[in-house]
């Protein structure tokens, strides 16, 4: 079962396990609609990877780095399972489908032979990107660092398939379907890239990157984030007055 955290109907905040969509703490099971699903971690920071597909440089028009590409999400930008994320206003903003590495302990300098030893688990996340603005800065922070533009969760796999399935789906239509295979830098070259420049925290996420098929959100879409053998992420969208 993978670890959840979640709001029972009490209003007490928990760390359980979520099996077949019943939530379980202790004696007691909820169906999953009967609980609020916080997000499963509290990063201090999340480390985004850009361009780590191939074909989703082609499609930005933009060459495949030769060393990871390196940005940050601050804490305000995590949502979680079941939220309503609040677009900005008359901007274009797309969805990126990305796997999330999740950080067991303090680290830093991992050699990446032994960077198993330092992730708590797989999740998946969407990389919400305001288009409009990364495209006119440098750091990118209009870009990506708004309120709500990390959604993540539901909960943490303590493992992946090798070569699992990605996908994205608004309003059922699927928009980005590729595997983590066609990683350019697979997670232990990552965690051994972010640690060699910074100390990272538990709960810390490595969010490794999003295959081609990105696309536009707009109020009232549903989006579901899939990757294989992990608990699907399902958010919902709205436009800022």
């Given at each position: 079962?993978?670890?959840i ?28 609609d009967?609980?609020?699903v ?10 985004c ?25 601050p ?29 067991d ?18 999740t ?34 303590e ?8 996908e ?74």
């Amino acid at each position: 079962m993978d670890a959840i955290r979640f709001r029972d109907p009490a209003g007490a905040i928990r760390d359980g396990r979520l099996h077949d969509d019943h939530v379980h703490f202790g004696e007691d099971a909820y169906d999953l609609d009967q609980v609020d699903v916080l997000a499963p971690c509290e990063p201090s920071k999340i480390v985004c990877v850009g361009r780590n597909y191939a074909e989703h440089a082609d499609e930005r028009g933009e060459d495949i780095p030769d060393r990871p590409l390196l940005f940050l999400k601050p804490p305000n930008a995590v949502a979680s399972h079941g939220s309503t994320v609040t677009l900005p206003a008359d901007k274009r903003i797309e969805h990126e489908a990305e796997l999330a590495v999740v950080i067991d302990r303090q680290c830093k300098d991992v050699a990446p032979e032994d960077a198993e030893d330092v992730i708590r688990g797989y999740t998946c996340l969407n990389d919400i990107s305001n288009r409009d603005d990364q495209d006119r800065e440098q750091n990118w922070v209009r870009g990506k660092a708004f309120d709500g533009a990390a959604p993540v969760g539901p909960a943490i796999a303590e493992s992946v398939p090798e070569d699992a399935g990605i996908e994205l789906r608004v309003n059922g239509e699927v928009r980005q379907s590729s595997t983590i295979g066609k990683f350019i830098f697979d997670v232990p070259t990552l965690i051994a890239e972010v640690t060699e420049y910074m100390t990272l925290q538990p709960g810390d996420i490595i969010s490794t990157g999003t295959p081609e098929g990105v696309g536009p959100l707009e109020g009232g879409d549903h989006v579901e984030v899939d990757v294989e053998g992990l608990a699907t992420l399902e958010h919902d969208c709205r436009r800022a007055e």
